[in-house]
C-alpha cells in the first residue's frame, strides 16, 4: 500500500513540474547587443530575452545571423558507490480458518543497498547550452520592428546563413531575444 501512495504521489509531482516548467519563463539568455557590430533587441525597453513570440511564425528581411558555441567547464562531484550488504527481516503471517486465527513468523534474507561516496569524480559542466540566432527586419510586414533577434533551431539557422543580407526569410522561432 506504501508503495501505491508513493508513485501516485511521484506522478502528481512530476504532473506540477512539467505543468510549472511549460509555464516558466525560462529566459536562460543575455538580451542586448552582440555579434557583427550590430545593437540586439527592439528598442521597446523590455529586454529581447524575456519575451515570448507572439504568433507562431515570423517574417522579414534577414539583417544578421549569431551562433552562440556551448561552453563547458570542468568540476567534481562525489563519485558514488553501490554498496550491498545482507540483512534479514522478520515477517508476520497470518492465517484464518474459520473463527481461528493462527500467527507465525519467518525471517527472510535480503540485500540491503545503498549508496556510498568514494571518492570524488570529474565531469564537464555545461556553463552555457549553444544557441543559434536569426535577426529580422520589418518584422511581420512592420517597418517600425527592426533588429529583432530570435533564436532558431539549427536547420532554420543554417538555411539564414546561405542566404543574401535583406533576403526574404519566413520561419518558427523557438523564443525571442539571442
Not at 99 to 121: A, P, S
Not at 142 to 171: C, E, M, N, P
Request: charged share 25%; aromatic share 6%; glycine share 14%.
Amino acid at each position: 500500500m506504501l508503495s501505491k501512495q508513493r508513485l501516485i504521489r511521484a506522478g502528481v509531482t512530476v504532473f506540477l513540474m512539467a505543468g510549472l516548467a511549460a509555464c516558466g519563463s525560462g529566459t536562460g539568455g543575455q538580451g542586448g547587443s552582440g555579434g557583427h557590430g550590430t545593437a540586439g533587441g527592439s528598442g521597446t525597453g523590455k529586454s529581447a530575452g524575456d519575451v515570448r513570440p507572439q504568433s507562431d511564425g515570423v517574417s522579414g528581411l534577414r539583417a544578421g545571423v549569431r551562433h552562440v558555441t556551448k561552453k563547458t567547464a570542468r568540476a567534481t562531484r562525489p563519485h558514488l558507490v553501490k554498496e550491498c550488504e545482507p540483512a534479514t527481516k522478520r515477517v508476520k503471517h497470518t492465517k484464518r480458518s474459520g473463527r481461528t486465527k493462527k500467527t507465525w513468523y519467518t525471517t527472510e534474507r535480503y540485500q540491503d543497498c545503498h549508496k556510498v561516496r568514494r571518492g570524488t569524480e570529474s565531469y564537464r559542466r555545461v556553463v552555457r547550452p549553444e544557441r543559434w540566432c536569426v535577426r529580422l527586419d520589418d518584422v511581420n510586414g512592420q517597418a517600425a520592428k527592426d533588429g529583432i533577434w530570435y533564436r532558431v533551431t539549427s536547420a532554420t539557422y543554417h538555411t539564414a546563413l546561405g542566404k543574401d543580407d535583406h533576403a526574404r526569410l519566413h520561419f518558427t522561432p523557438t523564443r525571442t531575444g539571442c
